[in-house]
């Protein structure tokens, strides 16, 4: 699951980039791309997610302050500062244990609202996602689509993403983020928002290590005359 999020971040980083994608978009009949991937890269999404952080941006000021007083915490337990917490240190502070599992009770209520939102914008695009695949498949003439985890190597032709996201974007161009009165998330739309949630982590992540592997390379030297 790890290397399939890290694959699907990193197709998110290419749309992201613009990279032109090859017009035949598929080789021999055959395709590849992910519900996710798609997901992340919609404008409907996009959309949704930023309303959600002005909404709840109290929650989530909260949820950063949460983590790190938790982080320093855990912290102050690791008392040999190897980065793992024996079970000699936990037993040896158990008062900073119970402020610990205390903030975890606190950081998931203050996430929940925000995950209920997050999900409910991505079940409406799910909702529709077997139709938007259908469609794409008879332009492309496709027979066979695949995730990207399911090979081991593909020429970038053969990826449809773009596809796909163009035609979600044209058919679900928004979605709500206020779920309806007694509204519960089904189960694949709750795994969609937590691979969704993972995948946006990796490309921040990877986003970040390329801006701090740009600033640290030696500044250009000036021609000389």
């Given amino acids: 699951m790890k290397l399939f999020t890290n694959t699907i971040a990193a197709a998110v980083l290419a749309g992201t980039a613009a990279i032109a994608t090859p017009a035949a978009a598929q080789v021999a009949g055959i395709a590849t791309s992910s519900p996710e991937a798609v997901i992340v890269r919609s404008q409907a999404r996009i959309a949704a997610y930023q309303q959600i952080d002005q909404q709840f941006a109290a929650q989530i000021g909260q949820i950063r302050t949460l983590r790190q007083e938790m982080q320093t915490l855990q912290q102050s337990l690791d008392t040999d500062s190897n980065g793992q917490l024996s079970q000699a240190e936990l037993q040896a ?130 021609a000389g005359r």
């Fill in 93 to 222: 502070n158990p008062g900073v244990v119970q402020q610990i599992q205390q903030k975890e009770q606190q950081l998931g209520q203050a996430s929940q609202p925000i995950v209920l939102a997050q999900t409910y914008a991505i079940e409406q695009l799910i909702n529709d996602y077997q139709n938007v695949r259908q469609q794409v498949v008879q332009q492309k003439n496709i027979q066979l689509l695949l995730t990207p985890d399911a090979i081991q190597w593909a020429p970038e032709a053969v990826n449809v993403t773009d596809d796909l996201v163009a035609v979600l974007d044209q058919r679900v161009p928004t979605v709500q983020i206020t779920p309806p009165e007694g509204w519960r998330p089904r189960q694949d739309s709750l795994a969609a928002q937590q691979t969704v949630s993972q995948v946006l982590m990796n490309v921040a992540q990877q986003q970040a290590a390329q801006q701090q592997a740009q600033q640290q390379q030696p500044a250009a030297q000036p």
